[in-house]
């Protein structure tokens, strides 16, 4: 019974250290969009400034 269960144990650690790794990871390569306060327009959070507590994209800080 013991070497079963030492054999089930070793079965599992190289499950985990070689089969576990490959699975494919979840990408996070979606960005999030906020809403310009000024235009009311949604832009990815990159093309946002934050001016107090205002989100503020680039055009319109460029155009005031």
Do not use: R
């Not at 327009?41 to 800080?61: A, D, L, V």
């Amino acid at each position: 019974m013991g070497k079963l269960i030492l054999f089930l144990f070793i079965i599992g650690v190289i499950y985990f250290l070689f089969f576990k790794k490959n699975a494919p990871k979840p990408s996070n390569d979606e960005e999030e969009f906020l809403m310009c306060d000024k235009c009311k327009t949604f832009m990815p959070k990159s093309k946002i400034k934050k001016i107090g507590n205002k989100n503020i994209c680039k055009e319109c800080y460029d155009n005031t």
